[in-house]
């Protein structure tokens, strides 16, 4: 509706101005990254942070569910990931002599499953699932304490992006063909890492680099509700998307991986308690 006629007598506000409802800083960050329906958002900062747009909600005891910053009859879901950068940091620092790009180069080096090697690695106490430690499997779901180090590199690369894509499921989210990743912060200026992005999702990835989401989604809100259309055509003249990785033919492999990856989860949150 408009602005109260108390606002207009006593701060001197247009009568015609529109008002639109708040939203928090999440929700509003969704908002200037503009997302469409089926859109997943993985935000690769120091911690990782997964937004998700729901149709229907899934209420659990993990992440959040929040009303919907850009349609009101629709969901968004935001879970995160304590082990993010600092993590990987620490295996580039290992493995890679603090070189990202020879962090990328190892990650080329190995296929994408890695020959079924695959690994937990909660450096911190992961907030989902609540769990601590690092984890190593080999193809044959033996724990082993240590991988070469490119399986290493593609290890972390590969749990993290699973643990992403699981726990995307876990709320509710159905990936789909029209499914697009825009991934942000941090490690989305790696293009290997986000190819193992697109790869693990079998989804393709745009990158958005948005200053200030939050104010600059609480602005095109503001400029929506006056204007009406489509959310996302006024969000992309501030800031378009840009096509940076496509999935190769992998769906099977990382499949099969998920699958595993939810079984040893299960088990390293068991220990953990
Ligand atoms: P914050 O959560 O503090 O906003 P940023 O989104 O700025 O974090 O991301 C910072 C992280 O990005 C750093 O911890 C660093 O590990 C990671 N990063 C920066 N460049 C790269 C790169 N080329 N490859 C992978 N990770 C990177």
């Not at 089926?38 to 993990?62: C, Y």
């Not at 993590?87 to 990650?107: A, C, Q």
């Not at 690695?121 to 180090?149: C, H, L, T, W």
């Amino acid at each position: 509706g408009k602005v109260s006629n108390y606002l207009v007598k006593k701060f001197g506000f247009n009568p015609e101005c529109v008002v639109v409802a708040f939203v928090g800083d999440n929700p509003a960050s969704l908002a200037g990254l503009a997302p469409e329906q089926g859109d997943v958002v993985v935000s690769l900062g120091t911690s990782d942070t997964v937004f998700l747009w729901l149709t229907k909600p899934t209420p659990g005891l993990s992440g959040h569910i929040f009303a919907n910053p850009i349609n009101q009859d629709d969901f968004m879901s935001l879970t995160c990931f304590k082990n993010g950068s600092l993590t990987r940091e620490r295996i580039r620092d290992e493995k890679s002599d603090g070189s990202w790009e020879k962090f990328s180069e190892m990650l080329k080096k190995t296929p994408p499953g890695n020959n079924g090697a695959l690994g937990i690695y909660f450096d911190q106490m992961e907030i989902q699932p609540f769990a601590e430690g690092v984890y190593r499997f080999d193809g044959d779901g033996n724990k082993v304490d240590s991988f070469p180090p490119e399986v290493e590199v593609r290890a972390v690369i590969e749990g993290q992006f699973i643990a992403r894509k699981v726990h995307a499921e876990n709320v509710g989210f159905q990936l789909g063909p029209n499914t697009r990743v825009i991934a942000t912060g941090g490690a989305s200026n790696n293009q290997e890492i986000l190819q193992v992005l697109a790869d693990v999702f079998n989804s393709p990835v745009y990158v958005k680099e948005v200053p200030n989401s939050a104010a600059l989604g609480c602005a095109i809100r503001a400029k929506h509700t006056l204007e009406g259309g489509k959310f996302s055509d006024i969000a992309q003249s501030a800031h378009p998307s840009v096509l940076v990785a496509s999935p190769g033919q992998f769906t099977e492999v990382y499949a099969q991986l998920s699958a595993r990856y939810r079984e040893f989860e299960k088990m390293v949150e068991l220990q953990s308690q």
